[in-house]
C-alpha cells in the first residue's frame, strides 16, 4: 500500500502556491506509505542548453567543493543550489558529459533527476518529516507529483523511494505491484539501459521512457504499457508540461480525481483533497481501467 499524489495549477497566479496546496494532499497519505517520500515539481523551464541535477548525499556533504572542482573539467562554474544532503547543479555542459563526471568524481552521490524543469526530492522517514526536512511548503511551478511508500518490495532506502526518473524531465510515482519487472529489466539491459535499483516502479518508469526515446508520445507509450506491464496498479507520471494518470485493467488500486477551472487535483484517498479550495464544487470521479488522463500545463 502506498499514497500517491498529484496537482496541475490551471491559475497561473496560484503557480506561487504550489508547495502550501501540495503538503497537506502528502501528508494526508501518511498512513498509505509511512516509510519514505519524494516529490517532484515541475518549475519555469531553463533555456538551452542548461540543465539541472537534483543530487543527493546520504551523508554530509561539501557542495562548494563540488562548485569548487567542476570548472576543473569544463571551464565554467556551475550554479548551485544546496539544502543539507540535497542539491541542484544547473550547467550549460553537455549533460552525459556532466552525469559521467559526477559519477566517476562524486560516487558517493545519487543523481535523482535531470532536466529543464523538474526538480526531485526523495528520502525516508515519515512523509511530514521529509516535506519539513526540504521545505516542500515553499515550491512554486506548474506542476508536482508525490508519493508515501510502504514498502512491499525491495528495501526502504533513498533511492527507493519514489518519484523515480529516467531520461529528462519525465518521473512515475506507483500504488501497486508489478509480476514482471525482471522481464522488463531483461528486455531493456541489453539495449544498454542501466537500472539503479530493483524496485518494481524503476522498471515501469525506465519502460515508458525507452519508448518515449524510441518515438511513442506519452499517450502511446502508456498505451504500449497496458500490453507489456503485467500487474496491479496505478501509474501518475509527470513531463515538462504534462500530467498523466492510469489505472490497470482491474483498477484495484485507488485513485480520486478533483477538477475545477483552477486546477486538477489526484489522490489515492479524497481525504487529501479535502482541504484545497471550493473543493466541494470540483467535478469529482474515479479513474475508469485502462483509460487515459492526461492534462496539459
Known amino acids: 500500500m502506498c499514497g500517491i499524489v498529484g496537482l496541475l495549477i490551471k491559475k497561473p497566479e496560484w503557480r506561487e502556491s504550489l508547495g502550501e496546496l501540495m503538503v497537506p494532499m ?5 498512513d498509505r506509505g509511512p516509510d519514505s517520500a519524494g516529490l517532484a515539481v515541475f518549475t519555469a523551464t531553463l533555456p538551452e542548453p542548461q540543465r539541472k541535477y537534483s543530487l543527493y548525499s546520504k551523508d554530509k556533504f561539501d557542495w562548494e567543493s563540488l562548485r569548487r572542482s567542476f570548472p576543473a573539467a569544463f571551464a565554467t562554474v556551475p550554479e548551485i543550489q544546496s539544502n543539507g544532503n540535497r542539491a541542484v547543479l544547473i550547467s550549460d555542459r553537455e549533460p552525459d558529459l ?7 568524481k562524486y560516487p558517493q552521490l ?3 533527476s535531470t532536466g529543464r524543469t523538474i526538480d526531485l526530492y526523495k528520502d525516508t522517514g515519515k512523509p511530514a518529516m521529509v516535506a519539513d526536512r526540504y521545505n516542500f511548503s515553499a515550491l512554486k ?7 508515501t511508500r510502504m514498502a512491499t518490495e525491495s528495501a526502504v532506502t533513498p533511492d527507493r523511494a519514489h518519484p523515480f526518473t529516467a531520461g529528462e524531465d519525465f518521473c512515475l510515482v506507483h500504488n501497486g505491484s508489478l509480476s514482471n519487472p525482471y522481464s522488463i529489466r531483461r528486455r531493456l539491459e541489453p539495449l544498454g ?23 511513442d508520445d506519452l499517450e502511446t507509450a502508456i498505451k504500449q504499457g497496458f500490453v507489456e506491464l503485467d500487474g496491479f ?5 509527470g513531463t515538462a508540461d ?4 492510469v489505472r490497470d485493467a482491474f483498477a484495484c488500486k485507488p485513485a480520486v480525481v478533483a477538477e475545477t477551472d483552477e486546477y486538477v487535483a489526484i489522490a ?3 481525504r487529501s483533497l479535502a482541504h484545497l479550495p471550493d473543493v466541494k464544487n470540483a467535478h469529482l470521479y474515479e479513474p475508469a481501467p485502462e483509460e487515459l488522463y492526461v492534462w496539459t500545463v
Open 98 to 104: 556532466v552525469k559521467q563526471w559526477l559519477k566517476a
Open 233 to 237: 496498479y496505478t501509474f501518475l507520471m
Open 242 to 245: 504534462k500530467l498523466a494518470l
Open 193 to 215: 539501459i542501466h537500472f539503479e535499483t530493483d524496485n518494481d516502479t524503476e522498471a515501469a518508469c525506465r519502460f515508458l521512457e525507452w519508448r518515449m526515446r524510441e518515438g
Open 110 to 112: 545519487h543523481l535523482l
Open 268 to 270: 489515492s484517498e479524497f
Open 26 to 30: 502528502l501528508i494526508g497519505m501518511s
Open 141 to 147: 511551478g506548474s506542476h508536482a507529483i508525490a508519493h
